[in-house]
């Protein structure tokens, strides 16, 4: 069993390569990376902090989710979450590209066939900047759903325990003949 299964994490997995001129004639260039990928949701954290600081729960979600790097279910995107707003939810609507209004329950059912399960939970806020190479580019601000957000890399938890820490290193740093195995 994966170790890190026990720790609500997952590593994913995938290779990169590149090919270079060098000599004379081509180098291929490969590695294997890993991404930590959290099993629980936003929405899980979300509602743990509902139950155990319930008079806080705006601090702690800005303390503990503003910030992070999140990756989508629906399309294995990731995003930082810049902010989380409060006054909006599944069930505000919004203006889509063919400037017909709709709510974000809607717009999930209809792109990606997901039903969302909690109409009144809180969206998170990322804003694109624009890119160095695309300087006309204006800023964008794209609302997230926290059940559909899987938070990435370690938990505070996670991070100090050595145990945790050591499974994780077994799994993700390969000597070089494991390393050639997972390209094959």
Request: aromatic share 8%.
């Amino acid at each position: 069993m994966n170790p890190l299964r026990r720790k609500s994490s997952k590593s994913t997995s995938w290779n990169s390569g590149q090919v270079e001129r060098k000599d004379g004639g081509f180098m291929l260039q490969t590695n294997v990376s890993h991404k930590m990928l959290r099993t629980d949701t936003v929405m899980d954290m979300l509602l743990d902090m509902y139950r155990t600081q319930p008079k806080n729960v705006h601090k702690a979600a800005r303390n503990e989710i503003v910030g992070q790097i999140v990756m989508t279910r629906y399309n294995s995107k990731t995003y930082r979450v810049d902010e989380i707003d409060w006054s909006k939810s599944p069930s505000s609507t919004f203006e889509d590209r063919r400037k017909n209004r709709m709510s974000f329950v809607q717009y999930y059912k209809e792109a990606y066939n997901i039903q969302i399960r909690d109409p009144d939970q809180p969206l998170l806020v990322h804003i694109s900047k624009p890119k160095r190479n695309y300087p006309s580019v204006e800023e964008v601000t794209i609302y997230l759903i926290p059940e559909l957000c899987a938070l990435t890399g370690l938990s505070a938890s996670v991070r100090c325990d050595y145990t945790a820490k050591k499974d994780i290193t077994s799994h993700t740093r390969l000597d070089p003949r494991e390393r050639v195995r997972a390209l094959k």
